[in-house]
């Protein structure tokens, strides 16, 4: 299914370049409508790179989403006459705007995504014995039952203390351009550090953690295998990596949406089409786009008293500062936003737009959106779903 799915994208891909420019299917679903013509920009700039320099700080200003082949759509303006009449009509031209989810995200090149290794990860994901309480795991707060969080407004850890915050979920978390509502963690690895010692979580130590696996001969051996040539494979360091393997495993690319976007028409209803087009019209996708619908910056959100971003950098200016959180899966995570304020999809989509864009959507417009974002729920690898059994 896999393979299937990549080869899909990259004819799909493949497809999209060769038969039309990238202005025509990407940026004249815009241009010419909500944003400058293709004549207004030709007129206005004398070369490609005069263009790309003036798009590049609009992207960064939020006016237009970022991850477009820009330099690609500059040349061809500059190079040959472009059709500007779009080539296909209706809804087609909005799945333009989105990014077919990969089978994989990126994977380290310290940290090689191997069986054994996910096996590894997957263990120690699910193992309380992580925990100082021996009570808490991953799965605790992530579970991949139900979503890969808690449905809780905020997380329960170590003695029921709350850190306050919202848990987000674990499935395509490999695709994130930085880990928490902060941002304070660039990968994986260095995410997975964090619930393990703080107190409000599992409350552990690195050699807490490290002295009981050694005590437990399956872990010892599982180790040696998932990371050969080490001496001592045991360490706090292996474990962040094990788990943060089995975490870029557990992918959703086979949602409705997913489905959609790689060519079939019918797997979204009429409804979640115009809630598509809506989403992109309104320009949510300023923020949510990408494979995962997160840009990976931080906007202000104020909600209660966190701060968010300053907290990491205390820079004035990055107060009440949020990362953009990824949409997939969306409808199963409730609770929203990073204080769990918002009890409903529709109510977080209403929020969004009024605190975002500055909108107030009829309810009509609400459902729309959130029918659209319900096909963004795929299904959870069901290896990563099956309880293993602990040593
Ligand atoms: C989601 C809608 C959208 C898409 C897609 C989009 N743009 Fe834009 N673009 C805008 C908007 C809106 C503005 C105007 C922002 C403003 O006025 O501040 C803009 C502005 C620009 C500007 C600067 C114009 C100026 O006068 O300074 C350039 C250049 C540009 N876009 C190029 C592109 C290219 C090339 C692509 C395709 C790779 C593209 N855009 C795709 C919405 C979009
Ligand atoms: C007590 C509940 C709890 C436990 C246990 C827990 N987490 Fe979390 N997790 C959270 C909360 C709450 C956040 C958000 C915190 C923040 O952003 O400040 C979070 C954030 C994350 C994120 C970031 C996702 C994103 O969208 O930014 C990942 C990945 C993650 N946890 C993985 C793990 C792993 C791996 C473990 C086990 C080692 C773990 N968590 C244990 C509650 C928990
Ligand atoms: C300017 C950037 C921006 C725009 C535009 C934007 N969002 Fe968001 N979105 C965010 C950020 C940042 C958050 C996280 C807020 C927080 O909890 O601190 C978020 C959170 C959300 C959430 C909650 C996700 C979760 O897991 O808690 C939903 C749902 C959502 N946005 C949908 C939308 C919709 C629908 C639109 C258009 C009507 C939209 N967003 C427009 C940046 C944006």
Redesign the pocket.
């Known amino acids: 299914m896999r393979k299937f799915l990549v080869a899909m994208t990259l004819t799909l891909m493949g497809a999209t370049f060769a038969s039309a420019g990238v202005w025509e299917t990407t940026c004249s679903n815009c241009h010419g409508k909500i944003a400058p013509s293709k004549e207004q920009l030709l007129a206005k700039f004398r070369t490609p790179k005069e263009l790309l320099s003036a798009a590049k700080k609009k992207v960064k200003e939020g006016r237009m989403p970022s991850q477009l082949a820009f330099g690609i759509a500059a040349r061809e303006l500059f190079s040959k006459p472009v059709r500007t009449a779009a080539i296909t009509k209706g809804t087609q031209d909005f799945r333009k705007f989105f990014t077919p989810l990969p089978a994989l995200p990126p994977i380290p090149k310290d940290n090689s995504l191997t069986p054994v290794k996910v096996k590894l990860g997957k263990m120690l994901?699910y193992d309380p014995r992580?925990?100082r309480s021996n009570l808490?795991?991953?799965n605790?707060?992530?579970n991949l039952a139900i979503g890969g969080d808690?449905n809780l407004k905020?997380?329960?850890?170590d003695h029921w203390r709350t850190?306050g915050?919202?848990?987000?979920?674990?499935l395509n978390?490999g695709f994130?351009r930085v880990?928490?509502?902060?941002g304070r963690a660039p990968t994986?690895e260095e995410?997975?550090k964090g619930?393990?010692q703080a107190h409000?979580?599992?409350n552990s130590t690195p050699e807490l953690v490290v002295e009981r696996l050694k005590k437990i001969p399956t872990y010892v051996k599982l180790f040696k295998e998932a990371f050969p040539n080490e001496k001592d494979p045991v360490t706090f360091e292996n474990v962040v990596k094990a788990?943060a393997a089995f975490?870029r495993t557990l992918n959703t690319p086979n949602s409705p949406f997913q489905r959609y976007l790689l060519g079939d028409d019918n797997a979204l209803t009429p409804v979640q089409k115009e809630g598509m087009k809506l989403f992109v019209k309104y320009g949510c996708i300023a923020c949510h786009n990408g494979p995962v619908l997160s840009d990976g910056m931080f906007h202000r959100f104020k909600s209660n008293d966190d701060t968010g971003r300053y907290r990491v950098t205390k820079n004035p200016a990055d107060k009440y500062k949020f990362?953009t959180?990824?949409l997939l899966n969306v409808a199963v995570t409730a609770p929203y936003f990073?204080d769990g304020s918002a009890k409903t999809l529709g109510e977080a989509i209403k929020r969004m737009a009024q605190q975002e864009l500055g909108k107030t959507l009829s309810d009509s417009d609400v459902e729309k959106i959130k029918a659209f974002l319900e096909s963004l729920t795929g299904e959870v690898p069901l290896e990563a779903r099956t309880v293993p059994q602990l040593p």
Do not use: K
């Open positions: 994901y992580l925990s808490i795991s991953c605790t707060c992530h808690d905020s997380s329960r850890g850190g915050r919202n848990a987000p979920t674990t978390s994130l880990q928490f509502w902060d994986l995410q997975a619930p393990l409000v979580e599992m788990i975490e990362r959180p990824q990073h």
